[in-house]
């Protein structure tokens, strides 16, 4: 279909000096998990779809991450026998989102998010229970220790490799998730990498045209609807019409710094350390904006702690914060936060600590030689010599903890582990409660703590804790990096951009970092990101198709 395309866009754009604009039914900007999701409804739906991509390959911010799906009551979820309901999730979602979003948002998103997993099933697009990933808040009620979470399955490396469309390269084997092996070009694709390309697949099946390469860089208004967008590619503008309207799902604005600034997103370094991919510069929503719509939660992100090499490449530092035999300290070298928060979490405890004068962007990961050799950190798989890292200044080394101390500046880290080591070989925390088991809620929030640790064998009364006895010492530095940013245009429950006064601009829908997420502030489990972008990318063609229905009937 792309070769298609690209012929059609020859003979207009080369041989005629009109440039006559592409027709389509629907216009989808960007190719996240979201716009793929828009793309394919249409295209089942019948309608003439046409889906362009600012990158030269696709996949967006979703290629790199892990795809855990945050859906309640799915399929998966309930052939494990899983106890979920959507009366559970929407208790659930009342204590972790609250008011700050409207309910018919989050009330939409949680009657279509299984549908969506059920029909992109029966489109050929495979998942799988995450079996014991719990909700991030478990304690709160509606929550499932066990949690609701799916994944897309792995594809084999050849499957994935003869695919027609290319997907954004992932992160570093290992950076945002467990070290994984290296197990080379035959072997299995999962997480991003995976959904993208299943959604590809689909995509290109059903008749959907995959155009990379290509600019969005406005929209075309008509007597007040918006019937298309202006692009460039290869240097020279084009122009694609949707008749029924456009999807914006061009991600969000975590590279573009003036924005980030103007948004109150003001911590040195956040340009450099986000984990979004580099096309995200707000297009979508500054596009919007120029016509009026409302935005919402623009100084909010989907924070995670990171790490940045010298050589700029970031990671997620995901479970090593949980694993035993590390700790998290400020600058000062006394620890300040619980290391197995959710990340999110993480994010606001570290923009509350430092807004109070507390100096802990960055902080400094702290870590033992056996930590590094079972653990592994942030790319450095479990056992490889740190000596490069090292070498590169991306890891402090010192034989002791004293000689640590001195090499990072870190006054007080001495005494910190001193109490450490007592408490972990009590096997309680009782500065900030990691892995605790001292009361209810806490029994439950220990649960996703201690999940890393359960996997494998340990030796401590708490296997989330374990002293800092043995040298070497290594020390890392702890960024503040997001998933990307959270605010964007303010949406209906059918997707429909708003203006202030709440009227729907006609024809311009938006989903995914682009939309302002319906989950507030708050991070309610893995996939509470991705999951609502498939659904209301969804939810948008649906209503498209809808407004066709009612014009012809």
């Known amino acids: 279909m792309l070769d298609d395309w690209n012929v059609f866009y020859q003979y207009r754009h080369v041989n005629d000096t009109a440039r006559t604009p592409l027709e389509h039914d629907v216009v989808v900007v960007g190719s996240g998990a979201g716009g793929l999701v828009g793309a394919l409804t249409a295209a089942r739906r019948g309608l003439r779809v046409v889906l362009v991509e600012k990158a030269p390959y696709f996949g967006g911010t979703t290629s790199l991450s892990g795809a855990g799906l945050w ?12 106890p979920d309901s959507l009366d559970m999730a929407q208790e659930y979602m009342r204590h972790t989102v609250g008011d700050r979003t409207p309910t018919s948002m989050q009330q939409a998103f949680l009657h279509s998010a299984a549908e969506v997993i ?15 990933y719990p909700d991030y808040h478990p304690g709160l009620p509606g929550a499932l220790l066990t949690g609701r979470a799916i994944t897309p399955k792995s594809m084999k490396g050849a499957v994935f490799s003869a695919g027609r469309h290319p997907v954004h390269p992932p992160m570093p084997m290992g950076a945002g998730g467990p070290p994984i092996p290296d197990v080379g070009p035959e072997g299995p694709v999962w997480g991003g990498q995976s959904l993208i390309a299943q959604l590809l697949t689909v995509c290109d099946e059903a008749g959907v045209e995959l155009v990379p390469s290509t600019a969005f860089t406005d929209l075309v208004v008509e007597d007040g609807r918006v019937v298309g967008i202006r692009a460039e590619r290869d240097g020279a503008p084009v122009e694609l019409r949707g008749r029924l309207g456009v999807l914006l799902a061009s991600g969000g604005f975590e590279h573009n710094a003036d924005m980030r600034t103007a948004a109150g997103q003001g911590v040195v370094g956040h340009g450099d350390w986000t984990l979004g991919v580099p096309e995200n510069t707000g297009d979508g929503i500054r596009a919007g904006m120029a016509l009026g719509a409302a935005t919402d939660l623009l100084e909010d992100c989907w924070w995670a702690p990171g790490f940045v090499r010298p050589d700029g490449q970031n990671s997620f530092v995901l479970w090593e914060r949980i694993a035993p035999g590390a700790i998290i300290v400020d600058r000062t070298g006394q620890r300040w936060i619980n290391e197995g928060c959710d990340y999110n979490t993480f994010g606001h405890l570290m923009l509350a600590a430092e807004a109070a004068g507390r100096p802990v962007i960055p902080s400094w990961f702290v870590m033992t030689q056996d930590f590094l050799d079972t653990a592994g950190f942030a790319g450095l798989r479990p056992g490889h010599d740190p000596a490069e890292w090292v070498a590169s200044g991306a890891l402090v080394r010192a034989d002791t903890v004293e000689e640590l101390a001195t ?22 925390d009782e500065e900030h409660g990691r892995g605790a088991e001292d009361s209810h809620e806490r029994q439950l929030l220990a649960v996703f703590q201690r999940y890393p640790g359960i996997a494998g064998p340990h030796q401590h009364p708490n296997p989330s804790l374990a002293p800092l006895a043995t040298g070497p010492f290594y020390a890392a530095k702890l960024v503040l990096s997001d998933l990307g940013t959270k605010g964007g245009l303010v949406c209906d429950e059918q997707a429909r951009v708003l203006r202030e006064d709440r009227s729907a ?27 609502p972008a498939m659904a209301f990318g969804h939810l948008a063609v649906e209503a498209m198709a809808a407004e066709l229905t009612g014009a012809e009937a």
């Open 407 to 428: 090499a990072i500046d870190a006054p007080e880290l001495v005494a910190q582990v001193e109490r450490w080591n007592v408490a972990a070989a009590a096997g309680v």
């Open 71 to 82: 859906a309640p009551a799915n399929l998966h979820v309930l052939a494990a026998g899983q």
């Open 505 to 531: 601009i006609p024809g311009l829908y938006a989903c995914g970092n682009t939309m302002a997420s319906m989950m507030g502030h708050s991070y309610p489990g893995p996939g509470a990101c991705i999951t």
């Open 118 to 132: 059920a029909w992109l099933e029966s489109q050929g697009v495979r998942f799988s229970f995450m079996s014991g």
